[in-house]
Structure formats: C-alpha cells, structure tokens
C-alpha cells in the first residue's frame, strides 16, 4: 500500500501567506462589491457629481491613494499564488525585520491582522450603510446632505479611516517594507484629501451650515482624540 510522503504537506509558512492572501484578496472583493452595489444608488437617488476640485493637487489625489493600495495588495496576491503561496525572492528582500520578533510571534501576528481584517470588513460595510447615497470619490453630488450617523457620529471620515486601519493591517499579513510604503502614500494622500473634500462642501450653501455644525461637534476626521 502507497502512503504518500508527509513531506509534500504544506509548510506554515505556506498556510500562512495562503490565508494572508485569501483574506486579502476577501476584502478587496468585498470592498469592490460595496462600491459597485453604492455608486448607481447614490446616482439615482442623490444625482450626479456636481463640483470637483479644480485644482490639479485635487484632480490627482484620488488616484494617487487609490493606486497606493490596490498595487501593492494585488501585486501580493497575483505573486505569492503564482509562487506556490510563498513570497518570491525579490519580494523576501522587502521583508519587514525579525529581529524583534521570534518566528512563532511573527505568524501569530499575521494570523491576528487577517482575523482583524474579517472584523474591519464588518465595521467598513456599516459604514458604506450609513453613507448610504452620499457616497462619491471626491465632490458634491446635487442631493448633498450631512452624514452624521454610526461612524459618523464619531469621526469625519469613516471610511478613510477603514483604508488606514486596512493599510496596517496589510503591512503586518504580507509583512513587508513595500506594504509599509504603500499605506504611508495612502495616509499622506487622505491627509491632503479630507480638506479639500470639506472645502468641497463648505461651497455647497445648503449645507455649509449644517457641516460647520457637525465639525464642531465631530472634530477628529479619522482617529478620535488625534487626527
């Protein structure tokens, strides 16, 4: 009777960058299908985007953020499947150090930002409810109202504070300095977004009012207490 070798069992690091690019790879469908589902919505019901930024810094920005976490993630997901679920070698180059961590530690905390990630997606389809119709890259659309419930009632921007948190827990899941790079990009991206998307609506008259209200009441824009 054949018994196969136990040898061509996966490896744990295998099993682990199989489920850091399954979790991944989960939330980027996720994320993609929310916006799908949202975009014609909030066109019926609130109408097209009226204003833009005219600025050529605005114009940019969206895809400058954008791009910073959709290549690095999918760039992951295409090369380490491609590779038998192990990073390649140029990508092992990049790798965050371990020199802080033992390589039990190491895989815990991977394990635990891909778990983290499946409780995030819970948090950033709440949010995507309470956008509701409001939802846009950057602008005002015909219909604007304040958002000012859930998350909302927390901070300012919500959503953006899913990207960063997503963005971290990106970096430890594929534990590497490229991912690291890529969520800085991303923050310094949203840091000079969210005032010109505010200034977007402070424009608008028929809620300039009621905005100025809710950031008073809502000062931190993605992190209470910090930012």
């Known amino acids: ?31 993609l299908s929310l916006t799908r589902a949202i975009a014609p919505v909030a ?10 930024p005219t600025s050529f810094i605005g114009k940019i920005i969206t895809p400058i953020h954008g791009l910073s976490f959709f290549v690095p993630t999918a760039t992951y997901i295409l090369c380490v499947t491609f590779n038998r679920f192990a990073q ?3 990508m092992q180059r990049m790798s965050l ?15 635990a930002a891909c778990a983290a990630t499946f409780v995030l997606m819970r948090f950033t389809g709440r ?10 890259a950057i602008g005002r659309r015909e ?27 990106f970096t430890i899941m594929s534990w590497s300095y490229a991912s690291l790079v890529g969520f800085g990009i991303t923050a310094g991206g949203l840091a000079v977004k969210m005032p010109i998307e505010e200034d977007l609506i402070m424009q608008d008259p028929g809620v ?7 950031m008073q009441r809502v000062p931190a824009r993605v992190i209470p207490f910090i930012w």
């Not at 066109?43 to 833009?52: C, H, K």
């Not at 150090?97 to 394990?111: A, H, M, S």
């Not at 909302?152 to 960063?164: K, N």
């Not at 300039?208 to 809710?214: D, M, N, Q």
């Open 1 to 31: 009777m054949y018994i196969a070798d136990l040898t061509t069992l996966p490896s744990t690091t295998q099993i682990v960058e199989g489920l850091a690019v399954f979790t991944t790879f989960q939330h980027l469908q996720y994320v």
């Open 43 to 52: 066109s019926a019901e609130a109408g097209s985007i009226r204003t833009t």
């Open 88 to 90: 390649p070698a140029w």
């Open 97 to 111: 150090p371990d020199i802080y961590f033992t390589y039990e530690n190491k895989v815990g905390l991977r394990v």
């Open 127 to 136: 949010v995507f409810k309470h956008l509701g119709n409001q939802w846009h």
């Open 143 to 169: 219909k604007s109202r304040v958002v000012q419930t859930g998350p909302y009632a927390v901070v300012r921007h919500p959503l953006y504070t899913s990207v960063l948190i997503q963005g971290l827990l």
């Open 208 to 214: 300039a009012a009621e905005y100025r209200a809710y």
